[in-house]
């Protein structure tokens, strides 16, 4: 068997363990590495699943979050007159 191969079947958990680092910006050869699947298996999951939309999708989902955050916090430092 070679390096980073499997013949079983890969598990969900490890998909989402996969795209949880795509998220945390790591590249897809790293991820292969620390999963032990070939990064063309990576490449594939991140087409299938459509990881970067997803991971735009979770960034601006994050930002309204932030401003929202900021917003509210600025509000409570106005004066009350």
Known sequence: M???RRTSPIP???IRKAFE???DRTTQKEIARELG???MTIHRWA???EWKKEREKYIEN???EVVKKKIIND???LPLW
């Open 2 to 4: 070679k390096k980073g």
């Open 12 to 14: 969900p958990k490890e």
């Open 21 to 23: 680092l795509y998220l």
């Open 37 to 39: 699947v070939s990064a």
């Open 47 to 49: 087409k299938k699943y």
């Open 62 to 64: 994050w930002m309204k």
């Open 75 to 77: 509000e409570r430092a």
